[in-house]
C-alpha cells in the first residue's frame, strides 16, 4: 500500500521569496516519487522525480526536491518564487515489483499562490 | 514536438449523448493511462492498457469504456454522459518504469 499527504492545501508566498512545498509519503517498497506541476487547464508538467539515485533532486524551473527516508518526506523547494510559478503542486508515488502495472498515488495538490 | 496529445481540447455535450475522447502518443510506450480530475481535485485513475491488456479500476462506473486500436491511439468513451460527469480528462503514459507523461487534458462539459 501506498500513500501521499500533502501538507498544506494553498501556500502563498511573495515574488523573489522562498518556496516550501510539503509532502509526506507512504510505502511497501522501495518508492519512486515525482512532483508534478498543473497550470490552470493544462495537463500535468513533470517537475522531477527520485527513482533510488541522488537524494537531492535537481528539477526545472529551478526546483528541487529532497529524498529523507527517515522522515517520509520529499519536500519540494525554490530559493526564489516567479510568478510563473502560480500553480497546482501535485506530490506522487509509485512502488511495486512490476513496474508495467504501477498506479500513480497522487497528493491532495498545494495551490501556490504567488503575489507580486 | 508533441508527445500526448489529446482531441479535442474542450468537449460539450449533452446529457445521455454518448461522447468519445481521443489520446495519440508519439513515444510508443506500451501503457495508456486514463485518468479523470474534478475541479481542485487530484487525478483519478480509470482505467489503463499494458499493451492490449485492459485493465479496469474497481471504482469505475461502467459508462466508462475505452478502446485501444494500436499503440499509438487510445479512446475514452462516456456511453451516457451525467450532470458528474463533467471533468477534465487526462491521458498519460508510460514505457512501464514508473515515470508517466501526461497529456493536456480533454476538458468536458455536459449540459
Known amino acids: 500500500a501506498q500513500s501521499v499527504t500533502q501538507l498544506d492545501s494553498h501556500v502563498s508566498v511573495s515574488e523573489g521569496t522562498p518556496v516550501l512545498l510539503r509532502c509526506n509519503y507512504s510505502s511497501s517498497y522501495s518508492p519512486s516519487l515525482f512532483w508534478y506541476v498543473q497550470h490552470p487547464n493544462k495537463g500535468l508538467q513533470l517537475l522531477l522525480k527520485?527513482?533510488?539515485?541522488?537524494?537531492l533532486v535537481k528539477g526545472i524551473n529551478g526546483f528541487e526536491a529532497e529524498f529523507k527516508k527517515s522522515e517520509t518526506s520529499f519536500h519540494l523547494t525554490k530559493p526564489s518564487a516567479h510568478m510563473s510559478d502560480a500553480a497546482e503542486y501535485f506530490c506522487v508515488v509509485t512502488s511495486g515489483v512490476d513496474t508495467g502495472r504501477r498506479a500513480l498515488t497522487f497528493g491532495s495538490g498545494t495551490r501556490l499562490q504567488v503575489q507580486p | 514536438d508533441a508527445m500526448v496529445i489529446q482531441n479535442p481540447r474542450y468537449q460539450v455535450t449533452q446529457f445521455g449523448k454518448p461522447v468519445t475522447l481521443s489520446c495519440s502518443q508519439t513515444l510508443n510506450h506500451n501503457v495508456m493511462y486514463w485518468y479523470q480530475q474534478k475541479s481542485s481535485q487530484a487525478p483519478k485513475l480509470l482505467f489503463h492498457y499494458y499493451d492490449k491488456d485492459f485493465n479496469n479500476e474497481a471504482d469505475t462506473p461502467d459508462n466508462f469504456q475505452s478502446r485501444r486500436p494500436n499503440t499509438s491511439f487510445c479512446f475514452l468513451d462516456i456511453r451516457s454522459p451525467g450532470l458528474g460527469d463533467a471533468a477534465m480528462y487526462l491521458c498519460?503514459?508510460?514505457?512501464?518504469?514508473?515515470?508517466?507523461?501526461f497529456g493536456p487534458g480533454t476538458r468536458l462539459l455536459v449540459l
Open positions: 527520485y527513482t533510488s539515485a541522488a537524494t
Open positions: 498519460a503514459t508510460s514505457s512501464g518504469r514508473g515515470l508517466q507523461y
